[in-house]
């Protein structure tokens, strides 16, 4: 009986020991990110141009808003519907410019407080435009978008 209570004791404070948050942090160290709240909004402008990013956590999905505000292109603002990889957001972007609806995927390379656009080869399947090939997008965008505090 005393061993059924030793196993016990010993499997609940083993359980509960901080070894697992030591690993998180460590793991957590190595992404050069920080973890996320539930809602994050990031912005860049510029005196010509504008993007919005607002990003809502739930779960592993991420869910948002996304708005650009471009010098000489006609605005555009839809959701976004994806999840992390890594430090990188993919998602797809639901939105309308000129009347019409589009979908196409979108990508974001989270840097400390700061997503940077990803750019790549572009594939067109059943009206809606993906990355070929996700794992080599170029991150070098001047467009930085910059974490604000949400309203």
């Known amino acids: 009986m005393k061993t059924s209570y030793t196993l016990i004791f010993l499997s609940l404070f083993l359980s509960c020991s901080p070894a ?12 050069n990110t920080k973890p996320p709240s539930v809602i994050n909004c990031y ?4 005196v010509s141009d504008t993007v919005v990013l607002k990003l809502i956590h739930v779960g592993k999905s991420i869910t948002g808003t996304l708005v650009y505000t471009l010098k000489e ?3 555009n603002m839809g959701t ?3 999840s992390m990889r890594g430090n990188i957001l993919v998602a797809d972007y639901i939105f ?4 019409t609806q589009s979908v196409r995927q979108v990508a974001f390379k989270l840097d400390g407080n700061t ?5 790549g080869e572009i594939l067109v399947e059943n009206e809606k435009s993906r990355f070929k090939n996700p ?6 965008s001047s467009i930085k978008l910059l974490e604000y505090p949400c309203q």
């Open 115 to 119: 997503f940077i656009e990803g750019y």
């Open 80 to 82: 976004i519907q994806g």
């Open 96 to 99: 309308m410019s000129e009347g």
């Open 73 to 75: 292109k006609d605005k």
């Open 135 to 140: 794992d080599s997008l170029t991150f070098d």
């Open 43 to 46: 912005k860049y402008e510029s």
């Open 20 to 31: 697992g948050k030591e690993s998180k942090n460590k793991e957590s160290a190595h992404t």
